[in-house]
C-alpha cells in the first residue's frame, strides 16, 4: 500500500510539473497527452504489479485455496484504493490552481478569477468523488466480512452490525450497485432486504409468489364466508360485503371478551367491566344491522380500539398468571383496569351516537305533532289561542254590526230631511 501511495504521488507531481510548464511556455498542445501519459504509467505499473503477484500466487496453488474465501457478497474484486488516483491528481491540481486564483481575486480579475474557479472548483468536485469511492470501497469489504456466506440480509440488521443507520446502509447499498461492486444484487419490493446472488432472487421470487397466491386465497376465502353467512342469516341479506365483515370482526371480538372473562380470576370488578364491555358491543352491533350507514363509524373505532382492547386483555392475563406478584405487576394491572373504564365510556359514546338520528327525527315528529294539537285546538295551550281568537273575532263583529247600524241610521234621517 505503502508503495501504491508513493507512486501515485509521484505521478502528481509529474502532471503538476508538466502544468507549470505549460503556463510557463503558454503552450498547453502538449498538455492532455502529458497528463494520460502518467495516469497511464501509473495504471500499467499496477497491472504489471498484480501480474506477478497472480504468478506468484499460481505456484502455491493450495496455500492460494487456503487463503482465500470467496464470499457471496464479495463476488467481484474491487481495489481497495479505489479513488486514491482521483484523489491525488485532482487534489494536486486544485491546491496548485489555489494561490493563483486568490491572487487573481485580489487583483480584481474577473477573467482569471472565473477561469482559475472553475478548474478549482471542478478539481475539489473530482476529489469528493475519488473520496467517495475510496469510503465505499472500504465499507464494501467491512460489510462483506460481516455477512460472510449470506446470500441475502436483512438492511436493518447490517446496520445494526456495522453500527450505521438503516438509511446510510440502504444509500450505501444502493451506491455500491450504481458503481458496479454487486452486479447481482437486487432489492425486495420494500427495499429492506438485499439478494446478492441469483439463487436467492429466484428463491424471493418463489416466496413473493406463494404469498400473493396466499393473500388472493384468503380473500376469496372471506368472500366465499361473506356469501355463506348472507345465505344463512336472513338479516345480512341487505347488507353489503364490507358491513358483513366488520358485523363478523365484531363477533370474533365479543367471542374474544368472553373468553377473556372467562380465564381470569374471580376479580368481580374486571369481570363487571367486560360484562358491560360485552352488552354494549352486542346493542352496538345489532344497531348496525338495523342502520347499516353506521357502520363506517363502527369500523373506525374497531380499527383503534378493539385491538388495542385485545392487547391489553392479553397482558392483564399473563400478568395475573405471575406467581408472585410485585409492584410493577399490581401498578400495571391496575392502569388495565382504569383503561377498561376509558374504553366503556367511549363505546357508550358510540352507542349513543348511533342513536342520534333517530332522536332528532322524534324530536321533530313531537314538535310538528304539538304545533298541529295546537292550532287545533286540541292542547291546553291550543283551547287558549282558540278562545283568545274567538272573542277577538266576537269583538270585532260587534263593532262592525254598530258601525252597520250607526251609518243605517244617518242614511236614514238623510232621507227624511227636505231638500
Not at 508513493?6 to 497527452?33: C, M, P, W
Not at 487463503?67 to 484504493?81: D, E, G, H, M, Y
Not at 383496569?337 to 333517530?358: K, V
Not at 332528532?360 to 292542547?379: C, F, N, P
Amino acid at each position: 500500500m505503502q508503495n501504491d501511495i508513493q507512486d501515485f504521488l509521484k505521478a502528481g507531481n509529474e502532471i503538476l510539473n508538466s502544468v507549470s510548464s505549460a503556463i510557463d511556455r503558454n503552450d498547453y498542445s502538449t498538455l492532455h497527452s502529458d497528463v494520460a501519459r502518467v495516469v497511464k504509467s501509473v495504471s500499467v505499473d499496477r497491472k504489471v504489479n498484480y501480474s506477478s503477484q497472480m504468478r506468484q500466487q499460481a505456484q502455491n496453488p493450495q496455500q492460494q485455496r487456503a487463503r482465500t474465501v470467496v464470499f457471496p457478497f464479495l463476488q467481484k474484486n474491487i481495489s481497495k484504493f479505489l479513488g486514491v488516483p482521483q484523489m491525488t491528481i485532482s487534489g494536486a491540481i486544485g491546491a496548485f490552481f489555489l494561490l493563483p486564483l486568490l491572487g487573481a481575486i485580489l487583483s480584481g480579475s474577473i477573467a482569471g478569477s472565473i477561469t482559475l474557479g472553475v478548474i478549482v472548483a471542478g478539481s475539489l468536485f473530482f476529489f469528493l468523488q475519488g473520496k467517495k469511492k475510496f469510503e465505499l470501497s472500504k465499507k464494501y469489504y467491512q460489510y462483506g466480512s460481516v455477512l460472510k456466506q449470506a446470500e441475502f440480509f436483512n438492511i436493518s440488521d447490517l446496520a445494526k452490525a456495522t453500527m450505521g443507520s438503516d438509511k446510510s446502509v440502504l444509500k450505501d447499498i444502493k451506491n455500491m450497485i450504481k458503481l458496479g461492486f454487486l452486479p447481482r444484487a437486487r432489492f425486495d419490493s420494500t427495499e429492506t432486504v438485499c439478494m446478492v446472488t441469483d439463487r436467492a432472487y429466484e428463491q424471493y421470487l418463489g416466496a413473493e409468489s406463494d404469498r400473493i397466491a396466499r393473500e388472493q386465497k384468503a380473500e376469496e376465502d372471506k368472500k366465499a364466508a361473506i356469501a355463506a353467512e348472507r345465505a344463512k342469516n336472513a338479516e345480512y341479506k341487505n347488507l353489503s360485503d364490507k358491513e358483513i365483515q366488520i358485523l363478523e370482526e365484531g363477533k370474533e371480538y365479543i367471542v374474544f371478551v368472553r373468553q377473556i372473562n372467562d380465564v381470569i380470576p374471580d376479580t368481580e370488578e374486571m369481570s363487571n367491566k367486560l360484562y358491560r364491555l360485552e352488552e354494549i358491543m352486542n346493542r352496538i352491533f345489532a344497531q348496525v344491522k338495523k342502520d347499516p350507514s353506521s357502520a363506517d363509524e363502527l369500523h373506525k373505532l374497531m380499527n383503534y380500539y378493539l385491538p388495542t382492547t385485545k392487547k391489553l386483555l392479553n397482558a392483564y392475563v399473563e400478568l395475573d398468571k405471575q406467581p408472585e406478584v410485585g409492584e410493577n405487576i399490581t401498578q400495571t394491572k391496575k392502569e388495565i383496569d382504569d383503561a377498561m373504564d376509558t374504553i366503556n365510556m367511549a363505546f357508550e359514546s358510540l352507542l349513543d351516537s348511533l342513536f342520534q338520528d333517530m332522536a332528532w327525527d322524534i324530536s321533530s315528529d313531537i314538535s310538528v305533532m304539538k304545533t298541529m294539537m295546537a292550532q287545533d285546538g286540541l292542547t291546553v295551550e291550543g283551547q287558549g289561542i282558540t278562545a283568545q281568537t274567538g272573542a277577538v273575532a266576537q269583538s270585532m263583529v260587534g263593532q262592525a254590526a254598530a258601525q252597520s247600524l250607526e251609518f243605517g241610521g244617518q242614511a236614514a234621517q238623510a232621507q227624511t230631511q227636505p231638500k
